[in-house]
Antibody, heavy 117, light 109 residues
């Protein structure tokens, strides 16, 4: 069974940093592209970032470019999102997502990031 | 960037009703469209991919159609568990980007 389990969310002050993790199991992690998608409270879904299976190709949404860094450790079956210079508008539930063909068949349960003073 | 516009934004319907939600893309995306269902506090669930392919395990009362810029999600006979928010998503420009519609909230009348 495919499982994606996010962790690392919490309360952080504006301008602060946070690192999210996603532990993957039930599939060959190193063979799959991965993404982060977020959802602000009461709002819609927003794609954040993509990383190829090897980690060599990365893309970001304009709203996070230059502030967020996606990475992965295939030996540890883990996906990461380093978030710097956090803003109030980054407050959201962050989902780890597997989307090898562009549509997301598997989602994690999400981790809440709250940016507030 | 490709934008998706869903209509309506909200909808009230009764159990047994036939419901249609539309999604319009700002430019042609072929059949690179998916539909998701999301219930409060839960992650979205994939219903339809490639505009009309039913995801495994999803009831056959859900169907999708369309190509190019205009797409529809139809629920043929609403069940109590179908009351949720529905999102369309385009992946024509994947992996450079994916975008979602703003969502359609389906409520019980």
């Amino acid at each position: 069974e495919v499982q994606l389990v996010e962790s690392g969310g919490g309360l952080v002050q504006p301008g602060g940093s946070l690192r999210l993790s996603c532990a993957a199991s039930g599939f060959t992690f190193s063979s799959y592209e991965m993404n982060w998608v977020r959802q602000a409270p009461g709002k819609g879904l927003e794609w954040v970032s993509y990383i190829s299976s090897s980690g060599s190709t990365i893309y970001y949404a304009d709203s996070v470019k230059g502030r967020f860094t996606i990475s992965r450790d295939n030996a540890k079956n883990s996906l990461y999102l380093q978030m710097n210079s956090l803003r109030a508008e980054d407050t959201a539930v962050y989902y780890c997502a597997r989307a090898p063909d562009g549509y997301i068949a598997y989602w994690g349960q999400g981790t809440l990031v709250t940016v507030s003073s | 960037a490709i934008q998706l516009t869903q209509s309506p934004s909200s909808l009230s319907a009764s159990v047994g009703d036939r419901v249609t939600i539309t999604c319009r893309a700002s430019q042609g995306i072929s059949s690179a469209l998916a539909w998701y269902q999301q219930k409060p506090g839960k992650a979205p669930k994939l219903l339809i991919y490639d505009a009309s392919s039913l995801e495994s395990g999803v009831p056959s009362r859900f169907s999708g159609s369309g190509s190019g810029t205009d797409f529809t999600l139809t629920i043929s006979s609403l069940q109590p568990e179908d009351f949720a928010t529905y999102y369309c998503q385009q992946f024509n420009s994947y992996p450079h980007a994916i975008t979602f519609g703003q969502g359609t909230r389906l409520e019980i009348k």
